[in-house]
Structure formats: structure tokens, C-alpha cells
């Protein structure tokens, strides 16, 4: 191994400044720059605590300090980063444009980040393994220009999806009625809810982050937040006919008093009260919180709940937009030109898609927090109900990685041994399409420049009339000259950009 080095005291400034646990003249060969994930937060300061990280320092003999900006502050400190000269070794978690203004290529033309292709090649025989025998995979993972710039988190087994719609099946039990799937039965059960069991927040939904752009309801007009593929063809869903349709629905029911009052600025841990509260009827979820649900009214015999399917606006319609678990799981991570072990960086990095480090990130130590039942490994009790009641959405952050560049193996969703409800629910979830879904798209320099000066602004100002149209603010009479704004925002060479992105990725 090569001998450590000192992290410059230029760096120890600007991290002292601006990011968490750095102790000053530390000796590191390895230095590794990646959000702390806010649960994580939770119980720990950094994930040098984390129980699977430590075992895979120690058994690679590969020492790593892991720097943290502060919580929800991601982007500025990167950008921040980026002025410095002495960059840390490693960078996780950077977005889908690398992170760079000007792409991934860019990035490595102008020295900051390097090219691993031959690095891949040589050190890491597992990465390198699962690109040759995935191309669907590797044609995520390689640049317009051929370069491979990041490990990304990886699963190449089919998995559940982890989010949907979940609603109190035993209010539904009281007033007769089943699981809602059509828009017009979502109508009928929210205004029972309200009107003959007085819910005070029949239906909450996130407008402003994932399990939004998971397309709940949205997909049930074809339409979507974000970027679609429309059977090759690109579209940006907030300036479609078909979102103006789905605003006039939500619009009636915040009239209604069916949705959320507080919608645009309702917190998760908020959301989370209310539903074990009783007072919410129904909500889009990460499976995890479906869970805590539950088991928050363990003692209470009638309280249950139940995924719903992916809404629809007719029986027998077609989905083409739901959550979707992609090969390409991207939380892409970067070693930059400062890094002076490249070699050490590499191998660290590859055993995550080894077999044993695979294991070893997805379900952590081997009787600590999971065991091997009947040849299989599931998640202990340790995990699942511990005495501390830490939650399993926050304590797997001490023992394993929910996020990071890794193999996500395969068996992971049997492992939690989830009430059936919960698996009841991935079930109806995964029975919808997603052959919209926008593919993970790696852009050219010139590509990554135009979507850098305008996607931010165009994205913030759809999701701000999204709400203010829902809410009245705005009229939806309004909606051409909210479409002109759009274009004027340069939504049109947006489009152009993105279909040939588009069309480069479908044809390689």
C-alpha cells in the first residue's frame, strides 16, 4: 500500500468551514466526500461509524475518513468544492449531470475528475464484470466520449418497488368500500373520508420531492413530473395538455377539502404523525414509513392499511409512468485528479460488487444484524424491532448502506420480512408500466451546458405553478401564458437538447 498522506491545510480550511468531523493534521490515506443521508443523521455524525464501512476498511486494509457537508446542503458545498485545489480523493453521490458544470466529459477534460476505463481494467474485476455482462447497464455508466467516470449504485436483479399510495383500509371496511383504483373511486372514498368519518386530512401528497416524481396520480393522465420518453419522443410532462387535465382534478379536491391544506409544505416526520394519528386517510409512502405506521399501532386491533395500485382513469387503462427501479441506481461516485492512491481508491470502490462486499453493504454483519436462515440472509431483530425502537428506515444506517456505490443484492426485499400488508402492497405497485420512464441519460458536454442554464429554472417555476394552480392562486385560465413563460425560459431548446440526448442513448 502506499504511504499516507496529509490533507493540505488549504483543504482542512474550506472543510472546517463548511462540512463536519474533520480533525485538523489527520493522517488519511483515503478522504471520501458524500452527503450523511438524514437518517443516517439521526444516530450517528458520520459514516465512519457505520458498522460495514469498518469491516471493509479492515479487510482491504484500506483506511478511509468520510467528510460530510451539512445536512441539506449538498450542491452549495459542492460547488464550493469545486474551487478548491485540493479536492478529496473520492466524491459520492453527485447528480445525473456529474455534478459539474458541463458534464462528467468536461469534468475529466479539465482535470477534475479522471477516467477510470483502464483503472476499471486493471483494479476492479467486479465492477468491471458487471459492465461486460450488463450493456443496458454500462450504456449508463459510458459518456457520450467513451469515458467511464463513476461507480454507481447497482441492481441487477429485478426488485419491489418501494413507494406508492397507501391509504386506511379499515375506514374503507366502516363505509363499504374497496381499495380505491380508479380517479373517480379516489373521489367518492376521500370525500366519505372527510364528510362521514370527519378525517381532517383525507389525502396528502408530496409534492416536492421523489414519491412525486414517482408519478402517483400523475400517470393516470399520461403524464408526469419531469422529463418523459413518450415512445421516443422527449417531453417535459408540466407543459402537457395532459398535466393541465390532472391539475383540474387536484384543484377540485383542494377546493374540496379532499387534499391536504397544507400539501406544498407538509414535512415528512408530519406526514408521519398524522397517519398514525388518525388524522390522514392516505398518503404516497416509502415502504418504510408504511412500516412504522403499523407497528406505531401494534396494540390497536383495528387500525390496518393498504397499498393501493397505481391510479387510473378507466378500468383496464394501460400505465406507462410508475415508480421504476432502473439497473442504474446512479448515486454516481467520482475519484477526482487530487487523489494520490488511485489504485487503493479503485479497489475500495470494486469491493462493494464483489460477492462478499455485495453482502456485506446490503444486509451488514453476519449475526449482528442479519442471519442466515435456511441458506438465506435475513435482517435480525436487531434491524427490524430492536429495543431502542429505532426504526429500520433509520438504524440500517449503523450496519449497512442503503445508499452508495454497490451491488444491491438481489434478495434484499425478502430480508426485511415485511408484514404482509407491505408486501401486498409492492405487489399492486408493481403491476404498473413504466416504459415512459426517463432513462438514465449520461450528456455531452455541449448537451450538459444547455441543461445546466436552463432545466433549474424551468423545473422550479412548473413545480411552483404546479401548486399555485392546485391551490388557486393561479387560474388555470392562465395556463397559456404559463406555457409561454415556459418557452420563453428556453423550454424549446430544452427539448431539442434532451430529444437528441434521447435519441444518441436509444440508438447505442
Known sequence: MKPAYFISIVFLTFILSGCREIVEDETVPLTYWVELHPEAAKIMKSYNENEAYKAMQEKLEIPVHFIHPPLKQKKEQFKLLL??????????????????????????????????????????????????????????????????????????????????????????????????????????????FKEKLNVEIPLNVQFDNALFRSQVFLGAWDTGFGWLNRKGEARWGPATAEYKEFLKTFKRWYEKGLLDPEFAIRHDDSIERSMITGRMGACNVYYAWFDTFLKSNEDDSRYNLSGTPYPVLYKGQSLHLSHNLPQNQNNNTVITSSCENVEEAVRFLDYGYSREG??????????????????????????????????????????????????????????????????????????????????????????????????????????????????????????????NHLFKSGLDELLYTQQNALDRFLDS
Open 83 to 192: 474551487t478548491s485545489e485540493n479536492l478529496p480523493d473520492i466524491i459520492g453521490s453527485i447528480d445525473h449531470l456529474g455534478g459539474y458544470p458541463g458534464g462528467p466529459d468536461k469534468a475529466i477534460s479539465d482535470g477534475v475528475f479522471i477516467r477510470l476505463n483502464e483503472l476499471i481494467e486493471a483494479y476492479a474485476p467486479n465492477y468491471q464484470k458487471i459492465l461486460e455482462e450488463n450493456p443496458e447497464f454500462k450504456k449508463t455508466v459510458m459518456t457520450p466520449e467513451g469515458n467511464i467516470y463513476s461507480f454507481n449504485m447497482t441492481m441487477i436483479d429485478p426488485s419491489s418497488p418501494w413507494q406508492g399510495m397507501v391509504i386506511r383500509s379499515d375506514w374503507l371496511n366502516l363505509l363499504n368500500h374497496t381499495v380505491p383504483e380508479t380517479i373517480s373511486e379516489w373521489e367518492t372514498v376521500l370525500t366519505d
Open 358 to 483: 455485495s453482502y456485506l453493504l446490503t444486509y451488514g454483519l453476519e449475526n449482528v444484524s442479519y442471519d442466515i436462515v435456511e441458506g438465506f440472509p435475513y435482517y435480525s431483530e436487531l434491524m427490524l424491532n430492536n429495543s431502542d425502537d429505532i426504526p429500520y428506515n433509520t438504524i440500517q444506517y449503523k450496519y449497512v448502506m442503503n445508499h452508495g456505490p454497490f451491488l444491491v443484492d438481489g434478495y434484499k426485499d425478502n430480508a426485511k420480512k415485511m408484514p404482509e400488508q407491505i408486501t401486498k402492497a409492492q405487489d399492486l405497485w408493481s403491476k404498473s408500466g413504466n416504459d415512459w420512464v426517463w432513462p438514465n441519460i449520461i450528456y455531452s458536454k455541449e448537451e450538459a451546458e444547455v441543461i445546466s442554464k436552463l432545466e433549474k429554472e424551468i423545473e422550479s417555476y412548473s413545480l411552483e405553478m404546479t401548486i399555485k394552480f392546485i391551490m388557486g392562486l393561479e387560474p388555470l385560465e392562465n395556463w397559456e401564458d404559463y406555457q
